[in-house]
């Protein structure tokens, strides 16, 4: 690449702070190539986010068969899905259309990939397994569902401390529901359906954040839409930037290979498992740390 092309390539990335080994070899170059010919033929991100969401649930019904290669083959399927959910979001950074109803878009698209993945699965196994395959499924899909929504809010706050409140992502369920009390149900019932979902999803990670919560608060009745002190910011960040390896295994990649292996070994029920003792173990740990990081700090706003 030209000194300008890896300009371009370095803006259509995240922080570096939050970026995936994985990702930075596969996902982003594959992606940016996407997102180029994306921006070049006029696609907007949530375009490519719901060819993505089409091919994601598509993989799960491969996983339907216990037929190794046809698994396989769902395997390529749900990683060409994850190459177009890295190109949307390089698309929008590269040129500047960023939306809620993007994020959110985003966020339903992995929701809809792993519950076709979970009723494939438990359709498969159901004849040797029984109705409890179906408990087993529902118990780490609700797991899944608990551990995405923090690795997403740790990163996020993450960003927060680092760039400061515009520099991430970070939504407020107060503000949210003000928002959402003005939309009709009558007037636009998809819009208002999109904004419950999205309301319940920020106040999930709120209620499990609480200590994250106050000293968010005490920051912005402090600093208000200011930058955050670069003390302040270094200290959380040093103490932050460990754990972020945590949200990255609770996010995609690491997900996925479970996944495979689970599949590839003639075990799927494995991946549910995984889900429910070290997934979950990860998640305990990283908030405990993240909520003793948030009290500590605290005095020093």
């Given at each position: 690449m030209t000194s300008e092309q890896n300009h371009r390539y370095g803006a259509s990335l995240k922080h570096s702070d939050t970026e995936e080994t994985i990702d930075l070899w596969f996902y982003r170059p594959v992606g940016y190539r996407v997102a180029l010919l994306g921006q070049r033929w006029g696609w907007s991100p949530n375009a490519i986010t719901i060819v993505g969401l089409f091919l994601g649930a598509f993989a799960g019904v491969l996983f339907y068969p216990s037929d190794w290669r046809i698994n396989l083959l769902g395997m390529v399927f749900l990683v060409v899905a994850d190459i177009c959910d890295s190109a949307d979001g390089q698309l929008a950074r590269l040129t500047g259309k960023f939306s809620r109803i993007g994020r959110i878009l985003d966020g339903a698209c992995g929701d809809v990939w792993f519950i076709s993945i979970y009723v494939c699965i438990c359709m498969r196994l159901t004849p040797s397994a029984g109705f409890w395959i179906w408990i087993l499924a529902a118990s780490g899909g609700y797991c899944h569902r608990v551990q995405?929504?923090?690795?997403?809010?740790?990163?996020?706050?993450?960003?927060?401390?680092?760039?400061?409140?515009?520099?991430?992502?970070?939504?407020?369920?107060?503000?949210?529901?003000?928002?959402?009390?003005?939309?009709?149900?009558?007037?636009?019932?998809?819009?208002?359906?999109?904004?419950w979902i999205y309301l319940g999803y920020t106040r999930l990670q709120e209620k499990l954040t609480p200590n994250l919560q106050f000293f968010r608060k005490r920051i912005l009745q402090t600093n208000g839409d200011a930058v955050i002190s670069p003390q302040l910011s270094e200290l959380f960040r040093q103490q932050s930037l460990p754990l972020l390896k945590f949200t990255n295994i609770l996010t995609f990649n690491w997900r996925a290979i479970t996944l495979f292996i689970s599949l590839m070994s003639g075990m799927p029920w494995l991946y549910f498992v995984v889900e429910l003792t070290v997934f979950n173990a990860m998640l305990f740990y990283m908030r405990q740390k993240y909520e003793h990081i948030a009290s500590t700090l605290l005095s020093k706003v």
């Open positions: 995405a929504a923090l690795a997403d809010y740790y990163r996020n706050f993450h960003l927060f401390m680092v760039n400061g409140k515009r520099g991430s992502e970070l939504d407020d369920a107060d503000l949210l529901l003000e928002q959402y009390k003005k939309v009709s149900w009558r007037v636009s019932p998809l819009k208002k359906l999109i904004q």
